[in-house]
C-alpha cells in the first residue's frame, strides 16, 4: 500500500548554498518510511511480540533536482519486493503537486532478532498481517 506525506522546506533545512543538502534527504525519506507505518499499528504489536525489528542495510538515493526554502514535497513510500531475510522498499521525493521528481531512494531492509541483533528469517505469517511483503 503506498502512503504519502508532505512536507514544507523551511529555512533549517537549507545549508549555505541555499539548496537543501543531501543529507537532508535522509531525513526526509525517514520521514517518509514512518509515515508508512503509521497506519499499520498491527505491525508495530507483532514485531515487539516476536522481539522481530526490522533495520535499513542499505540506502541508494538518486537526486535529480534541488529543493529550495518554501517547496512543499510530497514523499511516496511503498514495499517494491521481500525475499529471505528482508525487503526493499522504493520511495519517491516529489516537488510541489508532483510535476518534478527531486529524488528516489532504494531502501533495503533484513529483519533481526530485537534481543541479540542477529538476522532473522521473515516470517511466513508475516505476509498475511502485511500484505505488502507478498510481491
Keep these: 500500500m503506498r502512503t504519502e506525506i508532505q512536507i514544507k522546506i523551511r ?3 537549507i545549508d549555505h548554498f541555499g539548496h537543501v ?3 537532508r534527504y535522509f531525513n526526509f525519506f525517514e520521514e517518509g518510511r ?7 499499528p498491527e505491525l508495530i504489536d507483532y514485531f515487539h511480540e516476536k522481539y522481530l525489528a526490522h533495520v535499513v542495510s542499505k540506502i ?28 526493499t522498499m522504493f520511495q519517491t521525493l516529489y516537488k510541489k503537486d508532483k510535476d518534478a ?6 531502501v533495503n ?3 533481526v532478532n530485537a534481543m541479540n541483533g542477529n538476522t532473522a528469517p521473515m516470517p511466513e505469517e508475516l505476509v498475511g ?4 511483503l507478498g510481491r
Excluded at 34 to 40: R, S
Excluded at 64 to 84: A, M, R, W
Excluded at 101 to 106: G, K, L, P, Q, S
Excluded at 129 to 132: A, C, E, K, S
Design 34 to 40: 514512518w509515515n508508512y507505518f503509521d497506519d499499520k
Design 109 to 111: 531492509n533484513v529483519f
Design 129 to 132: 498481517l502485511w500484505p505488502d
Design 60 to 87: 541508494i538515493i538518486q537526486y535529480k533536482k534541488p529543493l529550495f526554502i518554501g517547496d512543499t514535497i510530497t514523499i511516496e513510500t511503498d514495499v517494491l519486493e521481500s525475499k529471505g531475510s528482508g525487503f
Design 11 to 13: 529555512g533549517y533545512h
Design 21 to 23: 543538502n543531501n543529507g
Design 101 to 106: 521528481v527531486a529524488a528516489t531512494a532504494t
